[in-house]
Each structure stands twice: as C-alpha cells, then as structure tokens.
C-alpha cells in the first residue's frame, strides 16, 4: 500500500509541477508578470486562494489561469492527500512490523530458539555455521547484512542419523496449538517468509505423526525426511537473523539475551560474566 501511495505522490507531483511551470512561463510571457509574481499568482491560482492583488489582463492569461484552476486544483489536493496517506501508512506498517516482530519473538522464545539448536546438532557441518553466525554485542548492521549473504551461499545439511525422530515428533506435537495460532494469526499472514516457516515446521510435525513407527524406515524417507528439516533449518536462520538484527536496534536488554543464549556458539553462556 505505501508504495502504491509513493507511485501515486510521483504522479500527482509530476502533473503539479508540470502545470506550475506551464503556468509561471506561461504568465511571464503572456501577461509580462516578474518571475516573483508569476511564481506567487500560479501557486493562488492552483490553490483557488484567489487574493485579487495581481490577476491576467488578456484573454490568452485569463484562459490560463482557468487551466490552472481546472487542473490544479485536483493535482494540488491529490498531493495534499497523498502526501497524507504516506506518512499515515507508514505509521500503520510500522506498528504491523511491531506486531510481527512480537509474533515473532514468541515464536523463538517458545519453540524456534530450541529447534535451531536441535537443527544445529543435526548439521554435520556446523562449525562454518558457528563461525558465520557468532553473534556479539558488538554487531552492527553491516555485520548482519554479511551473515546473511554468507548464509544464502552456504549449503545446509542435516544427518538423519544423529536424529531422534521420536523426540522431534512429540516435540512439534505438543507446540500443535501455538503453530495453529500462529498461522491464523492475520499479522503472520502478511509475512510470507514467516508463513512459509510456519507452514513448513508443521508439515513435518504431520510427516512425522502420520508414520506410526519412525524406526527402520527406508533410505528414500529418511532423504524426504531431511529434505523437509533442511527447509525449516534454511527458513530459521534467516527468520533468526533479522529478529536479532531487530532486537539489536531496538531492545538491548533482549538483544543481550539473544546472544547469551545464542545456538550456534557453543560457548554461550546465560550467565552474566565479568
């Protein structure tokens, strides 16, 4: 919506700017105005001010100064308006953005925190990962902007085999309420990439409960099976990464947090430490 306000904003500028200058040549030339009172009479004129100090003589400045008034009027409200719209639907997608950062941050506080450690685990390639994602208090917004062009070239991996599927089954099974609401939650559905998280972490909670034995199962699954944990794992971390890129502009005190209790640094500690 905001962008739509923004292309509209262009346009009806465009058109005012257009009639203005059309109007402030147009009296100069017709009507012999300085350029002072051309520029002063144009803006009354499109504004329907009206003053009567300074008005055209001839007929070629009077049929102007209609056009003006004709075509300026609508332009000079529809900037007005615009102009209005914008800063309102910034204020509105700044309080959604609050709203989704908060659902967010639900999110990882209740479940997402201890199924990025769990995937992390699993990663058999893990130290990279450590290292790209060591988070400090010293970060900044190029420091973020690094990881998560470092994270989209890195391939991710997960082995089945260190996994206790019975344990994640139950796990997800027992968060079935919190991911319902979530999904349902009309602030989340604005958010695609949170969706898709959403809508990914619960499909493999039905994978896995639609199998009534996670034992033995055949090569081909258990690579479905890991395909499906590789999507949550990729979708976490970047979900993970801008809301700690969030907290870190915003929140300190829970941005502190985040980083005392960090996944991927094997050497976090909650504990405050001098």
């Given at each position: 919506?905001t ?12 058109v005012?700017i257009?009639?203005?200058s059309?109007g ?23 504004a ?13 400045g ?19 308006a ?6 309102v639907?910034r204020?509105?997608e700044?309080?959604?953005?609050q709203?989704?950062?908060m659902?967010t ?6 479940m ?9 685990r ?5 130290k990279?990962?450590q ?14 902007e ?11 991996v ?5 996994c ?7 796990g997800l ?8 609401r ?10 695609g ?10 499909h ?8 009534p034995d996670?034992v ?5 699954d258990r690579?479905h ?17 801008h809301?700690?890129?969030h907290?870190?502009?915003r ?17 976090a ?5 001098e």
């Amino acid at each position: 919506m905001t962008e739509n306000n923004r292309i509209r904003l262009n346009i009806y500028l465009t058109v005012f700017i257009g009639l203005l200058s059309l109007g402030i040549a147009g009296f100069m030339l017709v009507e012999r105005f300085s350029l002072t009172d051309a520029i002063y009479f144009s803006i009354v004129t499109m504004a329907t001010v009206g003053y009567g100090d300074i008005h055209p003589q001839s007929d070629v400045g009077k049929l102007l100064a209609l056009i003006l008034i004709v075509g300026g009027v609508g332009t000079f409200l529809g900037v007005i308006a615009s102009i209005t719209d914008l800063f309102v639907n910034r204020r509105e997608e700044a309080f959604r953005r609050q709203k989704r950062n908060m659902v967010t941050g639900l999110f990882f506080s209740e479940m997402g925190s201890e199924l990025l450690k769990r995937f992390n685990r699993l990663d058999p390639e893990t130290k990279i990962l450590q290292d790209i994602l060591h988070i400090s208090q010293k970060w900044h917004d190029g420091d973020f902007e690094r990881a998560q062009r470092a994270i989209q070239q890195q391939p991710l991996v997960i082995d089945l085999s260190r996994c206790d599927l019975g344990t994640l089954r139950d796990g997800l099974e027992k968060k079935g309420d919190l991911l319902l609401r979530l999904i349902e939650n009309p602030v989340v559905q604005e958010d695609g990439n949170f969706t898709e998280l959403l809508r990914a972490v619960f499909h493999l909670r039905d994978e896995l409960l639609n199998r009534p034995d996670l034992v033995g199962l055949p090569a081909s699954d258990r690579k479905h099976l890991e395909n499906d944990m590789v999507r949550i794992y990729g979708l976490l971390i970047v979900e993970w990464l801008h809301y700690m890129r969030h907290l870190k502009k915003r929140y300190g005190y829970l941005f502190s947090l985040a980083v005392r209790t960090n996944p991927f640094d094997p050497t976090a500690d909650v504990v405050v430490r001098e």
